[in-house]
């Protein structure tokens, strides 16, 4: 983390400090502040739906919270070549806090909350910051003084939406406690609760429905 | 399985301690490629069209008629055959009709046509319809419709007759056994070397080949080297390697622009249509139907495991989210770009009552469009490729009014939601002609400036087919590239 990160992101500067050891910043207050970004996202992409839940069976209900879905967006954006998730955090925080200010008022949130802007919003204004940093437009929400190249992560953004529909649908939750290891190491261990949702009775060894009749030739 | 950063097919060495190579895309697509013995066909969906006819008219040094035979060739070598149907092609033909196209029984289309896919994958087990066939305990040969396609198809006695003909399972076993071919997993070649002589001038002699695993690093010598790395590694090695200036090395891309609208049915409608109350995406071939309609592109119905599904019709757009997009009454559409919040989850949940269809539309090659090297950033394999993609007008009006089509087709067989994900016109799935034949090399496919250096991959198709598919037409024009080298160099 540098130090124009912090100041951009409205705590003031002795808070700053008191996080520094030994001349680095606090591992844990990172961690948090990126886990805690991305599971705001992940939870606006796939909610908790108390609605759905009524209508259609408890299952409904639940979301990226709980199959671990911010921990694969993390664990993907990391897995890049520069690793980008504190980067993708830093920017969604900082675009949040453009929009906040666009809306009028004072957006500088209390010392102790870590600069976490993009959570402060509703899910729909998280949905509109996602969209103007991914819009092909042109992105301006990219903070001056980012560690990261702007060209390393920029062009990924628009990952994050593709990533949380594969974090969540696919089998990864379902991997369990193997999620994090090398794909041949991994062993699903139940059904990701997204399967449930949607009907996929997970991976088959055949169906037995050849023979349908057939549309094409029928005149 | 199809995580492309940690699963098992991605861009990247095989050791999963190390990040995927990097590439880079200006407009905000991806790029869908698999390394490995085998590459992409790991992972495609095996759909084996032939080019259109006035595809090759328009551009190619060589003639359509010239093809077939080497297309003949690759059909019974796969082999290509026609689909097994499923629910899922059964409402595609259902709506088809509805639409008032006809269906086709050619193979050489200058029409717009509906027809079971042509696709490289095996007949249909034939005890799979027995109920006391063990599937757990499979040893026969043959599809068992199990959907898995694009996951990776295992489904075979042996690795030469496993259901899905990727090259890994086809080509790869039919080489091994002249006894005449190593092959050398793990291998990245990072530069090809030249020597010059007064009868050819500039020649390709020999390559350094990099172990991705190891790290250690080799020269192989060759009398004849044939560049197949793909349509971003084939440029971006010729420039890396410093091979003479091209105005046609990495340009003129073609990607056809893909795109995907999918629909939500209702339970009673799809009783009357097939007499089951779902379409089950997941069931079958991945794509075992198309639509074919020269002078605009092709079109599919697509059914896959729901991670790749949702990623597909609801989590890629260059629109942003739904809504935040206005549709007009002239769009047949519902809604256009990116599913997010309830409303994701709401469709999600109709996964089984969903039919989608993946649309590959006719771009024209243009200069502007391809893969440079980054001056700065560099991987251990060289400077990395830069993709840049921008859709002109004229295949902008194509795409939309293929999409529309698509879209319509749907809506007629009796979808009650119509959803348009507008891709980024640089998802690169279909990547083509970025060392295009007549080009960047003469019509032999040996690059007209380095002697003894072939080209096979998609990179020397000459433009984007018309729309269908590529891999059926580069494995024949590399068949013909076979027998051309073996003529020249070794008569």
């Known amino acids: 983390m540098n130090m124009h990160f912090q100041k951009e992101s409205g705590e003031t500067l002795e808070e700053n400090r008191d996080n520094l050891k030994d001349g680095l910043w606090d591992e844990n207050s990172v961690y948090d502040y990126v886990v805690n970004t991305f599971k705001a996202y992940a939870d606006t992409m796939v909610p908790h739906s108390p609605d759905l839940a009524e209508r259609y069976g408890r299952i409904q209900f639940y979301g990226a919270l709980e199959s671990y879905t911010a921990e694969y967006l993390i664990m993907s954006f990391d897995g890049h070549a520069t690793p980008l998730a504190v980067a993708v955090a830093e920017i969604l925080n900082i675009a949040a806090k453009q929009y906040l200010m666009e809306k009028g008022g004072n957006p500088d949130l209390p010392g102790d909350t870590g600069g976490l802007y993009f959570a402060k919003l509703s899910q729909e204004d998280r949905l509109k910051v996602v969209d103007r940093i991914t819009s092909p437009d042109g992105i301006i929400y990219i903070p001056a003084g980012l560690t990261t190249m702007q060209g390393d992560v920029v062009p990924l953004l628009p990952a994050l939406n593709r990533f949380t529909m594969m974090g969540y649908y696919s089998e990864w939750s379902g991997y369990g406690s193997t999620r994090f290891m090398p794909p041949d190491k991994r062993m699903l261990e139940y059904q990701p609760i997204s399967w449930g949702q949607v009907g996929y009775p997970g991976p088959s060894n055949g169906y037995r429905v050849a023979g349908a009749f057939d549309f094409a030739k029928k005149k | 399985m199809n995580d492309a950063v940690t699963g098992k097919f991605r861009w990247g060495p095989a050791d999963r301690s190390i990040s995927p190579w990097q590439r880079i895309l200006q407009k905000g697509g991806f790029v869908w490629q698999s390394a490995g013995v085998g590459g992409t066909t790991l992972l495609y969906f095996a759909n084996c069209p032939r080019a259109y006819p006035g595809a090759f008219e328009r551009d190619w040094p060589i003639s359509y008629e010239e093809m077939i035979p080497y297309y003949e060739e690759v059909e019974q070598t796969l082999p290509v055959r026609e689909a097994t149907a499923t629910s899922k092609e059964d409402l595609f033909f259902y709506g088809a009709r509805k639409m008032g196209f006809a269906y086709t029984n050619e193979i050489n289309l200058t029409q717009p046509g509906y027809r079971l896919q042509p696709n490289g994958i095996l007949g249909i087990n034939p005890m799979l319809n027995n109920p006391d066939f063990d599937l757990g305990n499979n040893q026969a040969v043959g599809c068992t419709l199990r959907g898995h396609c694009v996951n990776g198809c295992s489904i075979g006695p042996n690795v030469g007759s496993v259901a899905k003909r990727s090259t890994l399972v086809s080509y790869i076993p039919y080489a091994l056994a002249t006894g005449n071919v190593d092959i050398m997993p793990n291998s990245f070649v990072t530069a090809i070397h030249t020597g010059q002589n007064n009868e050819e001038g500039l020649y390709a002699d020999s390559v350094t080949v990099r172990n991705t695993w190891t790290g250690e690093i080799r020269e192989l010598k060759a009398k004849v080297i044939v560049l197949s790395a793909g349509s971003i590694e084939s440029p971006r090695l010729w420039l890396n390697s410093g091979l003479p200036e091209n105005e046609w090395v990495g340009k003129g891309l073609t990607t056809h622009m893909i795109d995907c609208v999918s629909g939500i049915f209702e339970e009673k409608d799809l009783m009357n249509i097939l007499g089951m109350s779902d379409v089950k995406p997941y069931v079958g071939q991945n794509s075992a139907a198309r639509m074919d309609y020269p002078g605009l592109g092709a079109f599919?119905?697509?059914?896959?495991?729901?991670?790749?599904?949702?990623?597909?019709?609801?989590?890629?757009?260059?629109?942003?989210?739904?809504?935040?997009?206005?549709?007009?009454?002239?769009?047949?559409?519902?809604?256009?770009?990116?599913?997010?919040?309830?409303?994701?989850?709401?469709?999600?949940?109709?996964?089984?009552?969903?039919?989608?269809?993946?649309?590959?539309?006719?771009?024209?090659?243009?200069?502007?469009?391809?893969?440079?090297?980054?001056?700065?950033?560099?991987?251990?394999?060289?400077?990395?490729?830069?993709?840049?993609?921008?859709?002109?007008?004229?295949?902008?009006?194509?795409?939309?009014?293929?999409?529309?089509?698509?879209?319509?087709?749907?809506?007629?067989?009796?979808?009650?939601?119509?959803?348009?994900?507008?891709?980024?016109?640089?998802?690169?799935?279909?990547?083509?002609?970025?060392?295009?034949?007549?080009?960047?090399?003469?019509?032999?496919?040996?690059?007209?400036?380095?002697?003894?250096?072939?080209?096979?991959?998609?990179?020397?198709?000459?433009?984007?087919?018309?729309?269908?598919?590529?891999?059926?037409?580069?494995?024949?024009?590399?068949?013909?590239?076979?027998?051309?080298?073996?003529?020249?160099?070794?008569?």
């Open chain 2, 300 to 491: 599919e119905p697509f059914g896959t495991s729901p991670g790749i599904y949702a990623t597909m019709i609801y989590g890629t757009s260059q629109k942003g989210y739904y809504f935040q997009n206005q549709t007009n009454e002239e769009e047949p559409w519902d809604r256009e770009g990116i599913i997010a919040g309830e409303l994701l989850k709401e469709f999600m949940r109709n996964y089984d009552k969903t039919l989608s269809i993946v649309v590959f539309s006719d771009d024209d090659v243009s200069q502007k469009n391809g893969v440079t090297l980054d001056p700065v950033r560099m991987d251990e394999n060289g400077y990395i490729p830069i993709i840049n993609y921008e859709i002109s007008d004229d295949d902008r009006e194509r795409r939309d009014q293929l999409v529309g089509l698509a879209a319509e087709l749907l809506k007629k067989a009796g979808a009650k939601t119509v959803s348009r994900a507008n891709w980024p016109p640089d998802v690169c799935a279909h990547i083509m002609s970025t060392m295009r034949i007549g080009f960047v090399t003469d019509t032999n496919c040996e690059a007209n400036q380095v002697k003894r250096l072939f080209i096979a991959d998609n990179s020397v198709l000459c433009n984007g087919l018309g729309g269908p598919n590529p891999t059926l037409t580069t494995q024949a024009l590399a068949v013909r590239t076979a027998q051309k080298i073996a003529e020249k160099y070794f008569p």
